[in-house]
């Protein structure tokens, strides 16, 4: 029922960009904030940035100065601009929306940064 599709992922080198889009299906998109998350290989799943529904947005460390999220409402969308990419962003970006009592969460899409 609640579905997320991420795309925009691909190969791209150190200090390149790439736009991530996530397209939500869900009542209510509006009202919900909505993350992006990243998991490498043999790693840790990571927060990467978060926008609220009035619009605030945290960032991890690793990639402020660097990514912007974003969203707009009557697309059901959420975006990640990144910029300056290094090879430790190579991992699989997934879209995340909190919903009550569980989250859901997209399929994932690749980004590989060469070194």
């Known amino acids: 029922q609640v579905q997320l599709v991420e795309s925009g992922g691909g190969l791209v080198q150190p200090g390149g960009s790439l736009r991530l889009s996530c397209a939500v299906s869900?009542?209510?998109?509006?009202?919900?904030?909505m993350g992006w998350y990243r998991q490498a290989p043999g790693k840790q799943r990571e927060l990467v940035a978060v926008i609220g529904a009035g619009g605030s947005i945290n960032y991890a460390d690793s990639v402020k100065g660097r990514f912007t999220i974003s969203r707009d409402n009557a697309k059901k969308t959420v975006y990640l601009q990144m910029n300056s990419l290094k090879p430790e962003d190579t991992a699989v970006y997934y879209c995340n929306v909190q919903l009550s009592v569980r989250s859901y969460w997209g399929q994932g899409t690749q980004v590989t940064v060469s070194s």
């Open positions: 869900i009542t209510g998109f509006s009202i919900y904030p």
